[in-house]
Structures are given as structure tokens and as C-alpha cells.
T-cell receptor, first 115, second 112 residues
Framework: DAGVIQSPRHEVTEMGQEVTLRCKPI?????LFWYRQTMMRGLELLIY????????DSGMPEDRFSAKMPNASFSTLKIQPSEPRDSAVYFC?????????????FGEGSRLTVL | SQQGEEDPQALSIQEGENATMNCSYK?????LQWYRQNSGRGLVHLIL?????REKHSGRLRVTLDTSKKSSSLLITASRAADTASYFC????????????FGTGTRLQVFP
């Protein structure tokens, strides 16, 4: 099993630039989650999808953030325009079904630095 | 907003000692999970305990759950240097079993 695959692992960009983070969930998993981790705020749930449909995006900080899941094997999180306060580690996770019966499988994260 | 808070924030022990981490949460839950995160890595699931369970074991891990106090504890027995990591509890949001909210985490350092 390849696990959840995220890219890029590291990205350094300048304020105002567009950033696109990518995620390939584990094959067969129905749910996909995007989390953001910072020292100040810990792990925050940004958005999650079930069967490729966005279910809850209440954690998305503002309109600069958008997420898509065009098919069961791919999701993107886009920040446009990026700001220094967006610097964080962004994690993608997938699960086979409802969390009532299972666990989350995390990728290794994308560390974003916005200068 | 975070559902759970871990206590202590940081813990340092010697190899062979036991490590106990506590988690408190705010609302009713269906289950509670514990995860481990090594530095610079993603989170890894350790154990899940359901709201109708009081205790669960997995290898050197022992988890307890007290729903009346809205708290859980994770005990790692006979700790090893390789157990050095951050540990997080996570709960499903009220009425929504598909949304997992993480606590603030405990940083555990095990010295050889």
C-alpha cells in the first residue's frame, strides 16, 4: 500500500503567489480530509469530502482558500493569493468510511512557507 | 475550535518508565481516538475507544475513557526512546461521526 501521497513536500513561495497542494488518497477510501497544523493553532480541519463531494468547509479560513476533488483519486487545496500567515504544514488524510468505524490515514504533509 | 486538550503539554521520562497522557473534551462523543506524530511526519493512528467502552489495550498501550468526566488517558508502559513523539487525542464532533477534531497534543520525550 502506497498510503496517502501528498505533493509537494516542501514549498517556499512569495506573498501573493498561488499555491496548489495535491493529495492522492488511499484507493478505495471514501472520505478525504484537509488539515492545517501550526504551533499556535494546532491541527485544524479545513474541509472534508465524502465520495468526492465537499461535506463541510466551515474550517476554510477565507475565500483565498479553495479545495476540489474531481475524482476519487485526487484532491487539491489551492491558496490564491498566499499570505505569510498561511505558512503551516498542510495534511491530507483519508478514511475508508465513517469515522465511527475507523481511523484516519495521514499523508506526510506539505510544509508551506510564504515569505 | 479544538474539541480536546491534552495534559501535560510536555512530558520527559527515562526509558523503562511509564508515560501517562490525559485528554479532556467538551461535548458528547461517539468514539475517541489517539494518534502519534513523529517530528516532521504525518499522524499515525494508535487506538480507538468507543463511548460505551471504558478501557482498551493494544500492546504496551492502555486507553481509558470516562464519559461522565469527558476525559481519556493514554498509558504507555515500559517506554522506549522510539516512543518519543507527540500524541494527540481526537474526537468526532457532536452529532457528526465523519468529522474528527484533534486536541492540542502532548510532546513526549523518552531519554535512553
Amino acid at each position: 500500500d502506497a498510503g496517502v501521497i501528498q505533493s509537494p513536500r516542501h514549498e517556499v513561495t512569495e506573498m501573493g503567489q498561488e499555491v496548489t497542494l495535491r493529495c492522492k488518497p488511499i484507493s478505495g477510501h471514501n472520505s478525504l480530509f484537509w488539515y492545517r497544523q501550526t504551533m499556535m493553532r494546532g491541527l485544524e480541519l479545513l474541509i472534508y469530502f465524502n465520495n468526492n463531494v465537499p461535506i463541510d468547509d466551515s474550517g476554510m479560513p477565507e475565500d483565498r482558500f479553495s479545495a476540489k476533488m474531481p475524482n476519487a483519486s485526487f484532491s487539491t487545496l489551492k491558496i490564491q493569493p498566499s499570505e505569510p500567515r498561511d505558512s503551516a504544514v498542510y495534511f491530507c488524510a483519508s478514511s475508508p468510511g465513517t469515522l465511527n468505524t475507523g481511523e484516519l490515514f495521514f499523508g506526510e504533509g506539505s510544509r508551506l512557507t510564504v515569505l | 475550535s479544538q474539541q480536546g486538550e491534552e495534559d501535560p503539554q510536555a512530558l520527559s521520562i527515562q526509558e523503562g518508565e511509564n508515560a501517562t497522557m490525559n485528554c479532556s473534551y467538551k461535548t458528547s462523543i461517539n468514539n475517541l481516538q489517539w494518534y502519534r506524530q513523529n517530528s516532521g511526519r504525518g499522524l499515525v493512528h494508535l487506538i480507538l475507544i468507543r463511548s460505551n467502552e471504558r478501557e482498551k489495550h493494544s500492546g504496551r498501550l492502555r486507553v481509558t475513557l470516562d464519559t461522565s468526566k469527558k476525559s481519556s488517558s493514554l498509558l504507555i508502559t515500559a517506554s522506549r526512546a522510539a516512543d518519543t513523539a507527540s500524541y494527540f487525542c481526537a474526537t468526532d464532533a457532536t452529532g457528526n461521526t465523519d468529522k474528527l477534531i484533534f486536541g492540542t497534543g502532548t510532546r513526549l520525550q523518552v531519554f535512553p
